[in-house]
């Protein structure tokens, strides 16, 4: 009989998931991964704005025990810890304080040390803190619209082939999406293109056109 692949910290952590849900009204939130690939992790911080440190964090994972598991333990590390601290936070470190994961799982603590990095970028884009301030390009914002899902397929927008157009102009984005503007998720679409493209430090606007 084969040696069952997980610890019992793993299986602790996956049967008892600490710090799970959603925060109203989140500092920085995230999400990575997409339903259609089976593993998705999405995660909300709150902040301490005088000491920049993590006060509350909640995960939502929509995967494997594995997944479940490193969301729970990485929730687990990054609170109380400097925004500085948790972006350091490895899979690796997520993975050892499990006491490890089997290799074909590793994806899965990458995954969550991800959707906790993304949270804070988010955070800090929105309140002025990033410092590599790479100028908006069109690339840019494709790799942003990666994270937006298409809710037909559960992949992003950008591999079902909806973006039929990103122009960057002078402070202004304006993407195109191939669907009709009274599409039952044009709206949703819409909004979560916004969220994702308006944080960035040099964008003052952003246009999301429907192409009937």
């Not at 996956?14 to 995230?30: L, M, S, T």
């Not at 709150?46 to 964090?57: F, N, P, Y």
């Not at 157009?165 to 679409?189: C, M, R, T, W, Y």
Request: proline share 5%; charged share 30%; glycine share 6%.
């Amino acid at each position: 009989m084969s040696k069952f692949p997980y610890s019992d910290l793993v299986l602790e952590h996956f049967k008892h998931p600490r710090n799970v849900g959603e925060i109203e009204d989140p500092d920085g939130k995230a999400t990575e991964g997409s339903p259609a690939c089976g593993d998705m992790v999405s995660v909300h911080i709150k902040v301490d704005e005088e000491t920049k440190t993590i006060a509350d964090i909640k995960f939502q994972s929509y995967g494997c025990a594995s997944n479940i598991a490193t969301g729970s333990i990485i929730t687990e590390l990054a609170k109380g810890k400097t925004l500085d601290e948790a972006k350091k936070i490895t899979w690796k470190e997520a993975s050892e304080a499990l006491g490890g994961l089997p290799p074909i799982k590793a994806h899965c603590s990458v995954l969550a040390v991800e959707g906790l990095r993304s949270a804070i970028r988010d955070y800090e884009e929105r309140h002025g803190l990033v410092t590599e301030k790479v100028p908006t390009t069109s690339e840019v914002v494709e790799k942003r619209l990666k994270k937006v899902m298409n809710p037909l397929s559960g992949l992003d927008l950008v591999r079902t082939k909806l973006v039929s157009d990103i122009e960057v102009k002078e402070g202004k984005v304006k993407v195109v999406i191939d669907l009709p503007s009274n599409h039952q998720f044009a709206n949703s679409i819409r909004e979560e293109v916004i969220e994702k493209i308006e944080p960035l430090w040099d964008v003052e606007e952003v246009e999301v056109v429907f192409t009937e």
